[in-house]
């Protein structure tokens, strides 16, 4: 019987698909197995004779080095893990299998890539941290900085950008963007943006796919709503690191799915505050949202010695229009008259709707008594125009009552009871005017 050959020790440890070496006291490798060129990126030859501190990633030196203290003080060590920079330069993780020899003044390793199951066990761990952040995030502006910050810990990127889209103007809107290399545009038609157009117009099955963008790449997938795209999340790539792979696509369309359910969440949230806080006909703000105003604006002038105005208005002539006209004429003149009054006061002013042909507007921080009597002339001439309604022509001036703080009233109830006041004094006055409490027509 003829023996089998012997297969030389070396050539066996090259046949397995983790790198076995053996370093010396100082950590110099004295022998590598093939296999490090498959883990690592270099050959055995490139490695002899170099430290493995110096492949391992910066961070996770002292913690091996206290490690290898241990090895050599008689503590094998059968799965401590660190990471190495691969000769391409992305990060490997590993897992250690050593043991330290007394007599040979060597420790021997076994490395086993451990890279994809880290990667896996991240991509996982930031799935959920993704499907945490949309259910727990308060505002949207935060939902947007926390997902950019989860997908840049996944994927290497540059830039982040949310693109919403508004279907009945076929308009985007850029509310969030961050990083370098991709400017936020401004909002503009959808025609105007190829790639996102393609992304939100695209069947909602469809696989979202890179495009060029210069000399790097980015990823655009769409944001759906029940099937419905609702906008787009886009992503760009760093240079040194330009394309994006299967399962980069896959994670950040979960990132988008949910997202988007948490982007119709909060509109959702937004739409019944709006309600619950403004008069439904005229868009204008109800007397609790009007009053919360009043109270935050005095708190402001008492703090700062400032002075503010409110003005009570009441149509003269509505019952009469609206009993000649009927309700539909009535509830489009009530919308035009919520227009002028808009038109007619600052940006920093409030109007509101009291109820019935009732307003008030809240004159925030004013310098003199005067500066409300402009304002109120400014209102009796915009409401003194006719209004064009359903071919009808009409005319329905208010009267105006002003009541200043602090000089008729320290509380909101107060002031808007002596603008009331005034306001039926300016009525008792013929209407189409304004009184200041008490009783002082203009």
């Given at each position: ?104 003044q060597v420790r021997v390793g ?51 950008s949310v693109a919403l889209y ?183 002013d409030s109007c509101g709707r ?89």
């Amino acid at each position: 019987m003829i023996p089998a050959p012997l297969i030389p020790h070396d050539k066996l440890l090259d046949l397995l698909l983790d790198v076995v070496c053996v370093v010396n006291k100082e950590g110099r490798f004295l022998s590598v197995s093939a296999a490090s060129e498959r883990v690592f990126g270099y050959t055995p030859e490139e490695l002899i004779g170099r430290t493995t501190f110096e492949l391992m990633h910066p961070d996770d030196r002292e913690a091996t080095r206290q490690i290898v203290e241990r090895i050599t003080a008689g503590q094998p060590s059968g799965d401590h893990e660190n990471r190495y920079v691969h000769k391409q330069g992305h990060i490997v993780y590993i897992m250690w299998s050593t043991q330290w020899f007394e007599a040979e003044q060597v420790r021997v390793g076994v490395a086993r890539d451990i890279t994809a199951r880290k990667q896996a066990e991240a991509r996982q761990a930031a799935v959920y941290a993704v499907s945490a952040a949309a259910h727990s995030a308060e505002t949207l502006p935060a939902l947007y900085q926390r997902m950019h910050c989860l997908i840049a810990q996944q994927l290497p990127i540059q830039a982040f950008s949310v693109a919403l889209y508004d279907a009945e103007h076929d308009q985007l809107s850029f509310p969030y963007h961050a990083g370098d290399g991709l400017t936020a545009p401004p909002p503009a038609p959808l025609a105007g943006y190829p790639s996102l157009a393609r992304t939100i117009r695209s069947h909602p099955q469809s696989t979202a796919k890179p495009e060029k963008s210069g000399q790097s790449h980015q990823l655009c997938v769409p944001l759906l709503h029940d099937g419905t795209p609702i906008g787009a999340l886009t992503v760009q790539s760093r240079r040194s690191n330009p394309d994006f792979n299967a399962r980069d696509t896959e994670f950040l369309n979960f990132v988008a799915s949910q997202l988007a359910t948490a982007i119709n969440r909060h509109r959702a949230h937004e739409k019944l505050s709006f309600l619950a806080q403004h008069d439904q006909l005229t868009q204008l703000p109800n007397r609790a949202l009007f009053m919360d105003r009043l109270q935050g604006a005095l708190m402001r002038a008492q703090r700062g010695g400032g002075q503010l105005a409110v003005l009570y208005l009441d149509l003269d002539s509505f019952k009469q229009i609206n009993d000649t006209y009927g309700h539909a004429v009535g509830d489009h003149l009530l919308q035009q008259v919520a227009v002028r009054l808009r038109q007619s006061v600052r940006e920093s002013d409030s109007c509101g709707r009291l109820g019935g042909d009732e307003f008030a507007v809240l004159l925030d921080s004013i310098r003199q008594r005067q500066d409300a009597a402009s304002v109120a002339k400014k209102i009796l001439s915009n409401l003194g125009s006719p209004f064009l309604i359903e071919g009808h022509s009409l005319t329905c001036t208010p009267s105006v009552g002003i009541a200043v703080y602090p000089e008729h009233g320290q509380s909101e109830r107060q002031l808007m009871h002596h603008a009331d006041n005034a306001m039926y004094a300016a009525k008792r006055n013929g209407g189409a005017g304004y009184a200041f409490f008490p009783n002082d027509p203009a």
